[in-house]
């Protein structure tokens, strides 16, 4: 706050206020459910297997140990991506919201570009499970690590606030 002008941080407080009148909470609530859920049947399976429950049937035909593994392994990187995107869909959606509640995106870009550079001189105070709470995302993260952010690059952010209705 001691960084931000009043016109940025208007920007910032109606982004913020888009995410409650988008019940935003309520659909990453729910994207966390299903995650967890699907991340739930993978452990299942996990361990029935470990444990002998996919043994040898009366019928001969064991299960698929590819499949099962396959299961294991993409079932729960699938919905942590899901989750990220759609993280990062809101937050387009709460950008878009600010500038409509105030009136100009402008305001949020300064602010964007601002907290932006600050960050990079003093690292934001996050962590994985706190990530999403940030306007702008707490890890740089390129190439393939970037499907895992819950946030949008700024500077995309920033492009897609600017462009014309």
């Keep these: 706050m001691r960084v931000l002008s009043e016109h940025e941080l208007e920007g ?5 206020l888009a995410h409650v009148k988008h019940r935003d ?20 399976a996990q361990f ?9 049937r009366d019928d001969r035909e064991g299960a698929n140990p590819i499949a099962l ?7 729960p990187l699938a919905a942590v991506l899901i989750q990220s995107a759609i993280s990062r869909s809101r937050e387009f959606a709460a950008d878009r919201g600010a500038a409509e509640i ?13 907290i932006e550079v600050a960050s990079k001189r003093i690292p934001l ?20 690590m970037s ?3 819950t946030h949008p690059p700024t500077a995309q952010r920033i492009e897609r606030l600017l462009q014309p209705r």
Excluded: Q, Y
């Design 25 to 44: 909470i309520l659909i990453s609530s729910v994207a966390a459910t299903i995650a967890a859920t699907i991340m739930m049947v993978a452990r299942i």
């Design 48 to 56: 029935t297997a470990l444990f002998g429950g996919f043994g040898v």
């Design 125 to 144: 105070d996050a962590s994985p499970a706190t990530a999403h709470m940030f306007i702008i995302k707490p890890f740089s993260r390129v190439g393939v």
């Design 12 to 16: 910032v407080i109606a982004h913020e």
């Design 69 to 75: 593994i396959a299961t294991i392994i993409f079932a």
């Design 102 to 114: 105030v009136g100009s995106p402008h305001g949020l870009v300064d602010a964007l570009r601002k």
């Design 147 to 149: 499907l895992f952010s």
